[in-house]
């Protein structure tokens, strides 16, 4: 579960879970029905890029121009809703041969806050060639901008990233890892003062981005996947509905592992089969397991 599905999504406990998956916003979900078109006769683009100089945010473009006749050349970014929103234009000399333009993002274009969210953030680019007499072609590319890069560009502008502390049970929570994949996305936070590697508490929002599979379908294959690996494995669902199963279990001894236990949700949203999840080292309480249980029902499904 973009960001688990945006980019999967938290910001804050009035928040919205952004479901890389982030979680997370459309971040995480580009429209299928948009092709990439990054050549033809007048001009190929090779590389599309967004970075800082002087606190200012800019696009680096790549490419080749093919026609000696190219008179000018116009980027938009395509928004969500599929409106084109101008970003910038070069005009002549436009000279045959490699090019690398780049250029200032205007502040009308220049929001930010794509770059607080958490995970791989996705952008369509339009861009509008004309060569002298008037005529117009079109190419346009999606351009993925990683966590890594996200993050240089967070420090450059002092920004803090979009769900990395939350708030769970009165405990500050942070990001332990994420994934975002065509198939699924991702997002774990552990208890703050935990290490990645030795942590004791988990809670996983994760996103099956499929629209066929049913919820009972992913359950079955869930349960019967961990009891292939664990035998022994106490295994209970507690409620079921057409839109909704919450499940539990509970591993005591098996194959040599340290008990854990995990209490679960699963439930179909926007961007796919949710399953949202609190793992603990070690056995869990009724008590617990119930408080965990009201705390998976509060995350939303966008």
């Not at 800019?58 to 409106?83: F, R």
């Not at 803090?160 to 332990?176: M, N, Q």
Request: a positive charge.
């Amino acid at each position: 579960m973009k960001q688990f599905a945006s980019s999967i999504f938290i910001r804050n406990w009035n928040l919205c879970v952004l479901v890389i998956f982030v979680i997370f916003g459309l971040d995480c979900f580009p429209d299928m029905t948009r092709k990439k078109k990054t050549e033809n006769d007048w001009f190929k683009i090779e590389d599309v890029s967004f970075l800082s100089e002087n606190k200012q945010l800019k696009m680096s473009l790549k490419g080749t121009i093919k026609n000696p006749s190219l008179e000018s050349l116009e980027v938009y970014e395509i928004a969500e809703d599929s409106s084109e929103q101008f970003l910038w234009k070069k005009e002549k000399p436009l000279s045959l041969g490699a090019i690398t333009l780049k250029e200032k993002i205007p502040s009308s274009g220049q929001s930010l806050d794509w770059i607080r969210k958490i995970g791989t953030s996705r952008k369509w680019i339009l861009i509008t060639l004309k060569n002298d007499n008037g005529l117009p072609t079109h190419l346009q590319t999606e351009v993925l901008i990683h966590e890594s890069e996200k993050k240089k560009l967070r420090k450059e502008f002092s920004l803090e990233a979009e769900g990395e502390i939350i708030r769970l049970d009165g405990r500050e929570w942070k990001v332990a890892s994420e994934v975002n994949t065509n198939d699924q996305a991702l997002l774990q936070y552990i208890p703050k003062q935990e290490s990645v590697l030795y942590w004791n508490e988990m809670v996983t929002i994760h996103v099956y981005k499929v629209r066929s599979s049913s919820i009972s379908q992913i359950y079955a294959l869930l349960e019967s996947g961990k009891k292939k690996d664990c035998p022994n494995l106490n295994w209970s669902k507690d409620f079921e509905s057409e839109n909704k199963i919450a499940y539990f279990w509970e591993n005591s001894a098996c194959l040599k592992q340290a008990p854990n236990s995990q209490v679960a949700k699963l439930f179909r949203g926007e961007y796919g089969v949710y399953n949202v999840r609190y793992d603990r080292r070690g056995k869990i309480s009724d008590q617990e397991k119930a408080h965990w249980s009201e705390v998976l029902d509060k995350i939303p499904s966008k």
